[in-house]
C-alpha cells in the first residue's frame, strides 16, 4: 500500500520561501502520480500541484503558477513542492497524494500546516 508523509511546513513571513516534502514508500515513484493539494480553514480543498508518472508532466493550480515547483528525486522516493514568494493567502494545511494518473489521488498523507504572516 502506498503510504505518503509530509514535511516541511511552519510559519514564514510573507515573501518568504518553503520547500515541502512527501516521501513516498510502498510503489516506486516513477509508476505513481503525486498530487500536492491544500485546504485552508472553512474552504474547499484545493489541487496546487501535480506531477505525472512517465512523463514528469506538471500541472499547477493558477494561484500558485511562477511562484510553486514541483520536483521529484526518483532515488529518494521524494516528491518536492518548492514555494516562494509566499503569500498570507497560501496559509494551508498542505496534502501530498498519490495515484495512477493527475488527478485521480488513492492515498493521501496526514498533512503539514503552512502558516504565512503578513
Known amino acids: 500500500q502506498l503510504q505518503l508523509v509530509e514535511s516541511g511546513g511552519g510559519l514564514v513571513q510573507s515573501g518568504g520561501s518553503l520547500r515541502l516534502s512527501c516521501e513516498v514508500s510502498g510503489f516506486t515513484l516513477t509508476r505513481v502520480a503525486i498530487g500536492w493539494f491544500r485546504q485552508a480553514p472553512g474552504k474547499e480543498r484545493e489541487r496546487v500541484s501535480c506531477?505525472?508518472?512517465?512523463?514528469?508532466?506538471?500541472y499547477y493550480a493558477d494561484s500558485v503558477k511562477g511562484r510553486f515547483t514541483i520536483s521529484r528525486d526518483n532515488a529518494k522516493n521524494t516528491v518536492y513542492l518548492q514555494m516562494n514568494s509566499l503569500k498570507p493567502e497560501d496559509t494551508a494545511s498542505y496534502f501530498c497524494?498519490?495515484?495512477?494518473?493527475?488527478?485521480?489521488?488513492?492515498?493521501w498523507g496526514k498533512g503539514t500546516l503552512v502558516t504565512v504572516s503578513s
Open positions: 506531477i505525472s508518472t512517465t512523463d514528469g508532466i506538471t
Open positions: 497524494a498519490g495515484g495512477g494518473s493527475c488527478p485521480y489521488m488513492d492515498y
